[in-house]
């Protein structure tokens, strides 16, 4: 009896080459099109949004919510929405923009801000939005200082983590302009016991 041998099929190399081509496009879309314009994903560093987000947590981040930005450019296609007071949104870090962080958007351009006995008063009012109002906010850093009140730059936001006690946020270094905006938080993936909507 013949020893049975693997036999290669004649045309293995126009096979491996579909293949090739099918994973090129893949990346091509999912890095050329799908990421710079629909949904990146993004991974939590750090505690400052606990308990809303901890460390690990991994979630995508909606571009077209706001609308994506063209990349090399400052040119912005037009979003779904406007961003809304108490999104969790991710945004290249103004000191350096070389690092992305993932904060609450707490006020816009234009208005005042103060954080007093735990609360932050936006115009002379305290914020009811339950995601922010919910929450004790520590005065740190020289833009959350006990009596100070701050107006927030035209075509800017002013944005704090959810565990003050623990976030560098808008109170040390400022405002997130609008250009530096990336995306609303939406959808928590990872890990499976923590797949939800966020809010």
């Known amino acids: 009896m013949d020893n049975e ?3 290669v099929p004649e045309n ?7 293949w090739v081509e099918s994973l090129i496009v893949a990346f091509i879309i999912a890095f050329g099109i799908i990421r710079p314009f629909f949904v990146q994903p993004f991974s939590i560093p ?8 901890i460390e690990g947590d991994r979630l995508f981040v909606n571009k077209l919510q706001y609308g994506p ?8 296609l037009p979003g779904f929405n406007k961003p809304q007071r108490g999104d969790v949104v991710v945004f290249k870090y ?6 992305d962080f993932i904060k609450r958007l707490i006020a816009f351009g ?3 801000v103060e954080i007093k006995d735990g609360k932050v008063y936006v115009n002379d009012k305290p914020i009811t939005d339950g995601s922010i109002a919910k929450l004790h906010y520590y005065n740190m850093g020289q833009y959350g200082q006990v009596g100070r009140k ?7 936001f002013f944005v704090m983590g959810d565990n003050s006690a623990s976030s560098h946020d808008s109170r040390f270094w400022g405002f997130v302009s609008e250009e530096l905006l990336i995306g609303k938080a939406e959808c928590l993936f990872w ?9």
């Open 12 to 18: 293995w190399k126009k096979i491996v080459w579909e």
């Open 46 to 53: 750090s505690g400052s949004m606990r308990m809303t987000l």
């Open 191 to 199: 890990p499976l016991n923590r797949i939800r909507w966020i809010k």
């Open 150 to 156: 701050i107006t927030v730059p035209t075509g800017s």
């Open 69 to 76: 930005q063209v990349p090399f450019t400052k040119y912005r």
């Open 94 to 99: 103004p000191v350096t923009r070389e690092k």
């Open 5 to 7: 041998k693997n036999v």
């Open 110 to 112: 234009g208005e005042t």
